[in-house]
């Protein structure tokens, strides 16, 4: 069957490479369980992007939930209550990203002061803010188009052969909540000591980790 999906790995590397450019190199991120392919597929972007950024891949920050906000809150709680605890959280849905932002004002944690958080999803209530959430937004409209062209494809006859994958980029809607409009001492990536990266040890098929409501990975 034809499909139409996001570069979910390209747009979680684009939201860590804006973390780091702001000088985070503590950032932790929440996904969905394991076992769905969007969940794991940004989890292996936030890896690559940390390894091929020479950082730390820091289990104790990286977690799997279900796709829902109680779940994410209650990870965002121990990994912020950790003394050495991330500046900055990514989330792969906007329920999880809700989840973080409760948990962080439960915790007196002001955003983008005291925590940096970058989520998935457009949130409708995200103007209301106070520092609106810098936001991974997937090309909803331009998914749909394409879909109706392979649909169309297919009806017309003028293919019919395998099916066919098409991966679309998202864009990254930067907003105040890693402090990007006042962020000091941000540096351009090749400045960051990038290294090299074996895509055949950070591929979309790497082994994932198994789906837990928080365990840190070992």
């Keep these: ?94 329920d999880l990203t809700l989840g973080i932002i409760a948990e962080a004002a439960r915790m007196n944690l002001h955003i983008p002061d005291d925590l940096a958080v970058v989520g998935f999803d457009e949130l409708s209530w995200n103007p209301a803010l106070l520092s609106p959430v810098t936001t991974v937004i997937q090309p909803a409209r331009h998914i749909g188009m394409a879909a109706a062209e392979l649909l169309i494809d297919r009806i017309s006859g003028r293919y019919s052969g395998p099916p066919r994958r098409v991966r679309l980029s998202a864009h990254l809607a930067i907003r105040q909540s890693c402090g990007s409009d006042r962020a000091h001492g941000a540096l351009p990536l090749h400045q960051l000591g990038f290294i090299a990266v074996n895509p055949a040890t950070d591929s979309v098929t790497e082994p994932a980790y198994q789906p837990a409501s928080y365990q840190p990975t070992s």
Aim: with cysteine; glycine share 6%; proline share 3%.
């Design 1 to 94: 069957m034809d499909s139409v999906l996001l570069d979910n790995v390209g747009a979680a590397m684009e939201a860590v490479d804006h973390l780091i450019r702001l000088g985070h190199r503590h950032i932790g991120f929440i996904t969905g369980p394991l076992t769905a392919t969007t969940a794991h597929e940004r989890l292996v972007g936030y890896r690559r992007a940390m390894r091929r950024a020479g950082l730390p891949l820091d289990r104790s920050v990286q977690a799997s939930c279900a796709w829902d906000s109680q779940a994410a809150a209650a990870i965002a709680r121990t990994m912020l209550s950790s003394a050495a605890r991330p500046t900055a959280l990514i989330a792969a849905t906007a």
